[in-house]
């Protein structure tokens, strides 16, 4: 099988790259990453003499026409994908998102491949706390930020691509993710490393928005799953039931690194900073007969705080940069 992965360079499309060439030896894959500042060639290179490594963009219509043109099955990740980025500066976010998913779908309909979209919950917009309310495929869109809106818009354009065009596509929401070669910008990593650095960790606001924890390993063995066994047409749901707001967070990373429970700091909260996301993911271990392999969130953030510990000169180049971006905004 011919696959394009397109952002396999990023966090979670490197981690479905790996697990691929790792338990698909059939499968012949071709990531297309334009290596923005969240690619990074190394996240591929221990697999690199698997893969093939086009470096370019989504909304080059040219190159993406070519390349899906050989393809079997498209994989799209690709995305501008932090919302604190958004808010500074949506444009990227735009042309990325929206007119990059707008181009591959062009291609796939040409060349009838067949398409699967990875999205987020955070389209849902937020629930409530302390509720049982949880998302489902039949809650409205109703996204916050300029990350959110244009995943939501990708969202929408493959959904009537599928209907006016018959492209054959599946697409997936799925909750928070952690685990290795995550860009030290999001809030797992960035505490982490701060911590690695004798550096307190810095929560936004109260710190009681919560977020539905997921190993990245289990939303790419259910983005297989939806591959191989889901409906096309069909958008599923992916969640772990990993439900903590960001203080227990913070204190589970605070035990594991043997400091004090109070060893944090408030900062400024983000603008519009969503309170809640819960994924029902019943659908997806009903129909497709999926279930999640890490189940303890703190044995997995601790295997992740092994892999920053060991993989340090993976993570470092970025850490001054990515601080200033912060300290600028009082954060
Ligand atoms: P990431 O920011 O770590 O990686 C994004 C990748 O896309 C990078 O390699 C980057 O170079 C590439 N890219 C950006 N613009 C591009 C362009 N124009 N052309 C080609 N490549 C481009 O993101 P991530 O966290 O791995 O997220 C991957 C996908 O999963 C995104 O679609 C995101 O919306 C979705 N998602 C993420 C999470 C999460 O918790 N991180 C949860 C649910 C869904
Ligand atoms: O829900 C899925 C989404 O999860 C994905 O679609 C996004 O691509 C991904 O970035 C993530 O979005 P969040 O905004 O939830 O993730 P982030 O890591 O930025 O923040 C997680 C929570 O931690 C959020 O409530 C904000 C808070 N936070 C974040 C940072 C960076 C802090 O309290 N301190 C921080 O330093």
Redesign the pocket.
């Known amino acids: 099988m011919e696959l394009v992965v397109?952002?396999?360079?990023?966090?979670?499309?490197?981690?479905f790259v790996h697990q691929t060439v790792r338990e698909r030896p059939d499968v012949h894959v071709r990531v297309?990453?334009?290596?923005?500042?969240?690619?990074?060639r190394a996240?591929l290179a221990p697999v690199a003499d698997r893969v093939e490594l086009v470096e370019?963009?989504?909304?080059?219509a040219a190159l993406v026409d070519r390349l899906v043109a050989e393809a079997d099955l498209v994989v799209?990740?690709?995305?501008?994908?932090?919302n604190d980025n958004s808010l500074s500066d949506p444009s990227?976010f735009v042309?990325?998102?929206l007119v990059?998913t707008f181009t591959l779908l062009e291609a796939v309909r040409k060349h009838g491949v067949r398409f699967h979209h990875?999205?987020?919950?955070?389209v849902y917009g937020d629930l409530p706390l302390d509720t049982p309310e949880k998302f489902t495929a039949s809650t409205p869109y109703n996204p916050s930020s300029p990350?959110s809106s244009t995943?939501a818009g990708?969202d929408l354009l493959v959904r009537a691509w599928a209907r006016s065009f018959g492209v054959q596509a599946t697409i997936?929401?799925?909750?928070?993710?952690?685990g290795p070669?995550?860009?030290i910008e999001?809030f797992i990593p960035r505490q982490i490393t701060n911590l690695i650095d004798g550096v307190r960790p810095r929560l936004y606001g109260a710190g009681l928005n919560v977020r539905d924890w997921?190993h990245?390993e289990d939303?790419n063995s259910a983005v297989w799953a939806i591959i191989e066994k889901g409906r096309v047409g069909e958008t599923y749901l992916?969640g772990a039931d990993g439900e903590k707001n960001n203080l227990e967070v913070v204190g589970t990373l605070l035990e594991i690194f043997g400091r004090d429970a109070e060893d944090f700091d408030h900062v400024a909260d983000r603008p519009g900073h969503d309170l809640r996301y819960a994924i029902d993911a019943s659908k997806l271990r009903d129909e497709l007969g999926w279930t999640p392999r890490y189940t303890d969130f703190r044995d997995g953030l601790e295997a992740t705080v092994e892999w920053y510990r060991a993989n340090e000169a993976w993570w470092r180049p970025a850490k001054s940069a990515t601080e200033a971006k912060y300290a600028a905004v009082g954060q």
Not at 7 to 12: H, K, R, V
Not at 32 to 40: I, Q, R, S, W
Not at 56 to 60: L, V
Not at 76 to 82: L, P, R, T, W, Y
């Open positions: 397109t952002g396999g360079a990023g966090f979670i499309g490197a981690n297309l990453d334009a290596l923005t500042y969240a690619g990074d996240s370019g963009s989504i909304t080059d799209h990740f690709a995305a501008e994908s932090h990227p042309q990325t998102n990059g990875i999205s987020t919950d955070e990350y995943k990708s997936s929401n799925c909750s928070n993710n952690y070669y995550q860009h999001k997921i990245v939303h992916i």
